[in-house]
Nanobody, 124 residues
Framework: VQLQAFGGGLVQTGGSLRLSCAASGRLFSNYKMGWFRQAPGKEREFVAALSWSGGYTYYSDSVKGRFTVSRDNADNTVYLQVNSLKPEDTAVYYC??????????????????WGQGTQVTVSS
């Protein structure tokens, strides 16, 4: 599976973006998908994830209520709608795919495939 994330950009505080992650390869629907981010000088952190069907979603406390993750298995795409953006959301956002158990879905090292990242910058 190859992943390509796009949709980032420069927005003002309170703005919105829709990040997309296009997957190539077969059996995309077999993978759990996650979004992570890494800000300059900080470690990579979990943002959101969802099950293979999209029926179960998971969020970090810092984005819950502002971000929404979804997927379209027919189109091999995962989305991250990011609303009410804050300057602290500034980071490179990565999508990832894995087959871990649900209890490990927030653990980055459990993911097998990673996209190249898309920059989100929120100005104050």
């Amino acid at each position: 599976v190859q992943l390509q994330a796009f949709g980032g950009g420069l927005v003002q505080t309170g703005g919105s973006l829709r990040l997309s992650c296009a997957a190539s390869g077969r059996l995309f629907s077999n993978y759990k998908m996650g979004w992570f981010r890494q800000a300059p000088g900080k470690e990579r952190e979990f943002v959101a994830a969802l099950s293979w069907s999209g029926g179960y979603t998971y969020y970090s406390d810092s984005v819950k209520g502002r971000f929404t993750v979804s997927r379209d298995n027919a189109d091999n795409t995962v989305y991250l709608q990011v609303n009410s953006l804050k300057p602290e959301d500034t980071a490179v956002y990565y999508c990832a795919a894995g087959r871990m158990v649900i209890s490990a879905i927030r653990r980055g090292h459990q993911y097998i495939y990673w996209g190249q990242g898309t920059q989100v910058t929120v100005s104050s």
